[in-house]
């Protein structure tokens, strides 16, 4: 099981980028999918989280600027980010909880996936 993301890169501000992340593998099932951001210096931080039946929640810092989303269907998870703020620079790593499908009668474990990070640098 691996997940890719893609859709970084610079936006000026007040402008708009769309993250996306796909799970791929052997998967049985995923729970929780969403969003981290890390910036330089700083602790890593949740942006947004989006359950499986499609509940999303968002930090107060983006709340209303961002929006989550998933397709169930293609395991994918994405985050549109409006309205971009320079401080919202920083490294954003997808995850999601997926418990692997190992074969006929194999125990299901939930495990938290990570994605590759990718950059999001707003200018002024």
């Known amino acids: 099981v691996q997940l890719q993301a893609s859709g970084g890169g610079l936006v000026q501000f007040g402008g708009s980028l769309r993250l996306s992340c796909v799970a791929s593998?052997?998967?049985?099932?995923?729970?929780?999918m969403g969003w981290y951001r890390q910036a330089p210096g700083k602790q890593r931080e949740l942006v947004a989280v989006?359950?499986?039946?499609?509940?999303?929640n968002y930090a107060d810092s983006v709340q209303g600027r961002f929006t989550i989303s998933r397709d169930n269907a293609q395991n994918t998870v994405s985050l549109q980010m409006n309205s971009l703020k320079q401080e919202d620079t920083a490294v954003y790593y997808c995850?999601?909880?997926?418990?692997?499908?190992?074969?006929?009668?194999?125990?299901?474990?939930?495990?938290?996936?990570w994605g590759q990070g990718t950059q999001v640098t707003v200018s002024s």
């Open positions: 989006i359950t499986d039946a499609g509940s999303p």
């Open positions: 593998g052997s998967i049985f099932s995923v729970r929780d």
């Open positions: 995850y999601a909880d997926i418990s692997p499908y190992y074969g006929p009668g194999s125990k299901l474990r939930r495990i938290h996936y």
